[in-house]
Nanobody
């Protein structure tokens, strides 16, 4: 089970930090990802983090503004979002998949477990 939190409403240029806490899986053996879905659009990749935290790919639209991190002791993955834009408005979902050490999925259909989503609204 994944529990996401931290969403809210901010003005453009502001910051938010999303958190996602996992239970019921061996967190240290799971790759974690953040995805988002804007109204009328498909769910898309935002960022992912490998089991050790050493590999962190981002979508081009958030690269340089968002930072994904994880704390395996707290079974939590974070998404620090800075310089937010109105086009970042979406429901943000965290996802998990137990993987081998060298594999890091970035497609929605590769992830087995999903959180309930947390809404981020950025106003101009």
């Amino acid at each position: 089970q994944l529990q996401a939190s931290g969403g809210g409403s901010v003005q453009a240029g502001g910051s938010l930090r999303l958190s996602c806490t996992a239970s019921g899986l061996i967190f240290s053996r799971a790759s974690m990802g953040w995805f988002r879905q804007a109204p009328g659009k498909e769910r898309g990749f935002v960022a992912a983090i490998s089991r050790s935290g050493s590999n962190t790919p981002y979508s081009d639209s958030v690269k340089g503004r968002f930072t994904i991190s994880r704390d395996n002791d707290k079974r939590t993955v974070y998404l620090e979002m800075n310089s937010l834009k109105p086009e970042d408005t979406a429901i943000y979902y965290c996802a998990a998949k137990s993987t081998i050490l060298t594999y890091l999925p970035i497609r929605t259909d590769e992830y087995a477990y999903w959180g309930q989503g947390t809404l981020v609204t950025v106003s101009s």
